[in-house]
């Protein structure tokens, strides 16, 4: 969800940059909410069972651990359509499937892959927003088996991840962020991995409106953009005047 910037006369205008997120393994956030999913990816290849399942809300970084496994295993990122075509070839090349609760994914073809990862040891990584009661699937054969999966759960549990992410996040666009301006978000947003990334776009956008450094007013006028957009009263009054200059 994109967060609009109220219209200013003396805005600048924005031009779109783009900014590739560092997703190798050195970039990857560890904390007590991830720990375990990481250490199961960084196993590879001594896992001792063949599917492994990533549950976790947007921007937690599943995708990332998915990247991650892909470039430690070689694996192939398995496209809605070609679920039973693997799963009909066979082999033990491993597979990644995202967004497995989500996507218009061919449930027959799942169902296959499945099995064929479980008889031939073949690894096999789903990533999902929900736990597999969840998912919507049309037959309990296929729920069954994903229930067979060792299954991980990422979460963001504390406000040191919070604030790692932040720094993370304004790293890859090469943006210099005052510590204390990070301290002062982390302990007024809603708290969520999906949230730090938009408020994070959302400073980046204002301060490229306003010509200026990402500050404390910054701060705090997006995230009363963000309570705006939630349908919520705007409260952020409190900066100091010397976090503007």
Known sequence: MVTPIPSDRSSQL???????????????LVGEGN???????????????????????????????????ADRSGAINSGTDDLEALA???????????????????????????????RDQRPLLLTARDEVAQWPLATDDVRSRARRAT????????????SQMFVKLFGDRQIKVDPKIVGYLVARMERSAEEVVIL???MDRLALARGTAINRR??????DLRRQARGEAGTEQDWDTQDDE
């Not at 924005?14 to 990857?28: C, K, R, V």
């Not at 590879?44 to 991650?68: E, N, Q, Y």
């Open 14 to 28: 924005i031009f779109e940059l783009s900014h590739t997120p560092a997703q190798g393994e050195a970039d990857f």
């Open 35 to 69: 720990g375990l999913a990481y250490s199961r990816i960084m196993a590879f290849p001594h896992w001792p069972d063949p599917v492994t399942l990533l549950i976790g809300p947007a921007k937690s970084g599943k995708s990332h651990l998915a990247r991650i496994f």
């Open 218 to 223: 910054i701060a705090a006028d997006a995230l």
């Open 151 to 162: 299954a991980f759960t990422l979460e963001i549990t504390d406000d040191i991840q919070l």
């Open 200 to 202: 994070a776009d959302l």
């Open 88 to 118: 009909t070839r066979g082999g033990n090349q491993p597979i990644v499937v995202e967004d497995v609760d989500r996507l218009p994914y061919d449930e027959a073809g799942l169902f296959h892959l499945l099995n064929q990862s479980m």
